[in-house]
């Protein structure tokens, strides 16, 4: 077990703000400032015995679970959900048992809370309550922790209206129970012929952060208190890593496991096959990003409408972050990232797909218009834009990796286009991983088994060949020499 993650000093001063608050308070600061480590701490230091976390289902193994972990060795980890473990702990709740338990947002608000109060309950990424509403907000009402802790870089969504949601439910006096009486003393409103009166800003602002007795703010790129008069990037290693776990959807878990049992599964009326490891592979790592599908002349393609919990985990991470933040969205698939750059622009943004697809002078251009502010996300495939590309740090500082390539090299050149010279603020690196599939080094062993049987059936394959591919089999390699020496394309069928 590693050891203990020792705060810094500004994270140090919030803990105490809030513990001499009693451990109810608004986190606002910006990703990468270390909200989980501060509300852990402040659990620490008030003795909550109960904590319930609710919390992206993303950020519970390799963020909540992991840092609790960390910094206390004996706390007992306990999942909400649909399961029957999961119902157990429910009970466990009800009854105010010792633990920390961690939930979804998407299955918080499917109960009512009446009658539940942990000793602490902590929303991360809590502005999506911020619309007073929608059922997780109206959920989040009856849950009656306390103390309380909201936590998020966007505390109010996307309108300023959205704090009396927040504030609701962290602290009721504050926000009172009428939301006109609250707009009316805090906000600009005008007519609307249809909604009656909109709110269109606050009448002074900062004076809703004034009116909340904990507040914390920490921003990345500009001065936000005495500890950060240029922002907090000083404060923060060149890079900071984050870990997003996703579960494969229904169908996407079923053509999976399928292909791990027998080297083959039926997509309609077409069957996706895999004989040898570097194929088995590839085929893997197209369902781990989206449900793939067949043309009539055989090729494996993805629809731009395919179920991919990676792109929903994609909009997630957006939805976390300021409006407007430009981001490098990163993946080893040509296929996936059309699909990918087709379903941002549907959405309303302005992407572009960085690929061998695109020529050289529509990257160019893209570049500069990247770099002005016209487009909001690129979406590289790390082969194109892991080498000469320079010019994206101006603009970025945040990347996401829906899949890394097997060649290490090209991952770390991908890195370094927003990691390197020129760069003005901590690089957010965030990795979507899949659940139990390749994405986390796993094979299993059926498949394993399978395999080997297929290479003892091939009569064509020599004493090389065979010990390429049992060593890419079982290890992840930095430069995989059976890719390298036969010069595979991943999206080659």
């Known amino acids: 077990m590693d050891n203990p993650l020792k705060p810094y000093p500004y994270q140090q001063r919030d803990i105490d703000k809030l513990v001499f608050n009693g451990g109810t308070g608004v986190v606002a600061t910006q990703v990468g400032g270390g909200k989980t480590l501060v509300a852990i701490e402040v659990a620490k230091h008030i003795e909550a015995r109960s904590v319930l976390v609710i919390a992206p289902k993303g950020t519970h193994r390799r963020a909540w679970q992991k840092t609790i972990l960390r910094q206390i060795p004996n706390a007992q980890i306990k999942y909400l959900n649909s399961t029957n473990k999961g119902n157990d702990n429910l009970l466990e709740l009800e009854r105010d048992e010792d633990g920390w338990y961690l939930i979804t947002p998407e299955f918080f608000r499917t109960m009512t809370w009446v009658g539940i109060k942990p000793d602490l309950a902590i929303f991360d990424e809590i502005h999506r309550a911020s619309n007073r509403d929608s059922k997780t907000a109206k959920m989040l009402l009856t849950l009656k922790a306390k103390q309380r802790i909201g936590m998020s870089g966007t505390i109010a969504g996307n309108r300023i209206e959205g704090f009396w949601s927040v504030l609701r439910w962290i602290y009721p006096d504050v926000a009172g129970r009428s939301f006109w009486r609250w707009v009316n003393t805090y906000c600009l409103t005008k007519p609307d012929y249809f909604a009656g009166q909109v709110v269109i800003g606050e009448k002074k602002s900062g ?22 008069p240029d922002g907090m990037d000083a ?18 878990a079923r053509i999976y496991r399928k292909m791990e049992k027998d080297l083959l599964v039926w997509l309609g009326e077409h069957p996706l096959t895999a004989e040898i490891p570097v194929a088995t592979r590839i085929r893997l790592r197209q369902i ?36 407007g933040d430009a981001m490098l969205v990163l993946t080893h698939s040509q ?41 909001q996300f690129i979406v590289g495939v790390i082969a194109a834009i892991g080498e000469g590309t320079d010019g994206l740090q101006e603009r970025c500082s945040t990347m996401v990796w829906l899949s890394k390539d097997d060649n290490r090299l090209l991952n770390e050149q991908a890195m370094g286009r927003l990691d390197r010279q020129g760069q003005k603020n901590a690089v957010i690196s965030y990795e979507v991983i899949a659940e139990d599939t390749y994405d986390e080094g796993q094979l299993s062993k059926l498949l394993i088994d399978q395999i080997q049987m297929n290479q003892s059936l091939r009569l064509d394959a020599d004493d090389d060949t065979f010990a390429y591919q049992a060593q890419e089999t079982y290890e992840r390699l930095g430069i995989n020499h059976f890719l390298e020496a036969y010069d595979y394309d991943d999206d080659r069928d």
């Open 207 to 228: 004076e809703i952060a004034k009116s909340i007795p904990c507040y914390i703010r920490h921003l990345k790129r500009e001065k936000c208190c005495e500890f950060h």
């Open 335 to 375: 296929k996936f990232a059309k699909v990918v750059t087709n379903r941002l622009n549907k959405a309303g943004f302005v992407a572009f797909e960085w690929s061998g697809a695109v020529s050289q002078k529509q990257r160019d251009d893209a570049l500069e218009r990247f770099i002005a502010g016209e487009i």
């Open 235 to 252: 404060d923060l290693p060149s890079l900071v890593s984050i870990e997003r776990t996703v579960q494969l959807s229904p169908e996407q």
């Open 288 to 323: 781990t990003l989206g449900t793939p599908s067949i043309s009539n002349d055989d090729v494996v393609y993805f629809a731009d409408d395919c179920k991919s919990t990676k792109i929903d985990e994609l909009f997630n991470i957006i939805g976390d972050h300021p409006d």
